[in-house]
């Protein structure tokens, strides 16, 4: 079975890209050994994670993706710009047991500053901006966003 990331939460981010781990991605990812992947996300304005075992199910994904796009004459490079965007702009995502560290590539790919958005997307899970994420197209995670953006001075921060 694979790995599901529900939840969302507000982290801040220190001087070399330190963050305390969510809650729900520390029960998703619960083995400390496990070895965590970072990337850009290939449409949205932000990071994409997931655990090292999902790049067989995003390997299927592109090679479905490949048949397709042959199948109504898309250009092959399309195809190689995905296999890029998958597994050569990825890095690891080095972590502990309290903390991660998003290195600086991703920090600048993301626009990730002081804040970071922690969002369980199903099989995998993202990291946003929070202030692009409330510039986002979705107009209930826009307003989730902005909700946990605000309440800053009710709760704080993880």
């Known amino acids: 079975m694979s790995t599901l990331f529900l939840g969302i939460q507000l982290?801040?981010?220190d001087a070399n890209g330190g963050v305390p781990i969510p809650a729900f991605l520390n029960e998703a990812l619960s083995d400390e050994s496990a070895d965590w992947l970072l990337?850009?996300?290939e449409t949205d304005a932000c990071l994409?994670?997931?655990g090292h075992e999902h790049l067989a199910t995003l390997a299927e994904r592109n090679e479905r993706r490949r048949l397709?796009?042959?199948a109504q004459g898309e250009d092959a490079?399309?195809?190689y710009h995905r296999m890029r965007r998958t597994f050569a702009l990825t890095d690891r995502l080095p972590h502990d047991s309290a903390r991660l560290t998003i290195s600086p590539a991703m920090r600048h790919l993301g626009k990730i500053?002081?804040?970071a958005l922690f969002v369980g997307a199903g099989d995998s899970f993202e990291i946003w901006n929070p202030e692009i994420a409330m510039q986002c197209g979705d107009e209930q995670f826009r307003d989730l966003?902005?909700?946990r953006l605000g309440a800053l001075g009710a709760e704080g921060v993880h």
Do not use: M, T
């Open 68 to 70: 397709a796009g042959e």
């Open 113 to 115: 500053g002081s804040r």
């Open 77 to 79: 490079r399309a195809h």
């Open 145 to 147: 966003a902005a909700y």
């Open 48 to 50: 994409i994670g997931y």
């Open 11 to 13: 982290c801040e981010v």
């Open 39 to 41: 990337a850009k996300h």
